[in-house]
């Protein structure tokens, strides 16, 4: 074990020297063996599911399945004046019956980030950049547009947090979360994806006799 501890800290000394900064991801590899890539592919086929079974009434949960590379395909094509249907953001159907959602709301999914919160973006100085979630909202807004969607959202879980969804709207639900970032241009709200499933699917287009 104490050679283990040794190696790690061999490791990270090596990375902050070539880069000059610690890396949480290369952190997790050397400790847990898993990259916090492995966490995300985790937590996006889980709400792909919970999605499915959500929009079936309970009947099915293989509506819904991550995009090629997490909408990588999409924007390439988008930059070439392209469009690459049903595969923006990080969300897409694979089957008709779905396709409803995701022509209304472009998703994207992030997992971890634990050190990030809403409150950097709230209390961050005028001159400094960009926090991560305003990158995160910047980002789902560009998505939505490409796709050429009236709604976007962002799904944000990190470790040991409930999974928290950031809107353009809240849908008529009652938000823990209302921000005006000046950054974004837009209110947004956030809310438990709990919440988010309360919703009543069929005023989203889910038809159950599908």
């Not at 400790?31 to 709400?47: A, C, D, L, M, Q």
């Not at 928290?164 to 938000?175: E, H, Q």
Request: proline share 3%.
């Amino acid at each position: 074990m104490a050679t283990k501890r040794a190696s790690i800290r061999e490791a990270l000394a090596a990375f902050k020297r070539e880069h000059g900064v610690h890396n949480s991801a290369l952190i997790d590899i050397l400790t847990s063996g898993r990259s916090s890539s492995s966490k995300g592919g985790s937590f996006e086929r889980e709400y792909c599911k919970d999605l499915s079974m959500w929009w079936s009434g309970g009947s099915t949960d293989d509506l819904f399945w991550r995009t090629s590379g997490s909408g990588a395909r999409a924007t390439t094509r988008a930059k070439h004046g392209k469009q690459t249907t049903g595969h923006y953001g990080d969300v897409t159907f694979t089957c008709p019956s779905a396709a409803p959602l995701i022509e209304l709301i472009t998703i994207e999914l992030k997992r971890g980030y634990s050190k990030k919160n809403v409150q950097d973006m709230v209390d961050r100085l005028d001159k400094s950049k960009p926090s991560t979630y305003e990158d995160f909202f910047e980002q789902a807004i560009n998505s939505a547009r490409d796709a050429g969607t009236p709604e976007w959202m962002v799904v944000v879980k990190r470790d040991r947090r409930k999974a928290y969804v950031f809107m353009s709207t809240s849908f008529g639900l009652r938000a823990d979360i209302i921000i005006n970032p000046v950054a974004i241009g837009c209110r947004v709200y956030g809310f438990p994806l709990s919440r988010f499933f309360e919703l009543d699917p069929t005023d989203f287009g889910a038809d159950y006799d599908n």
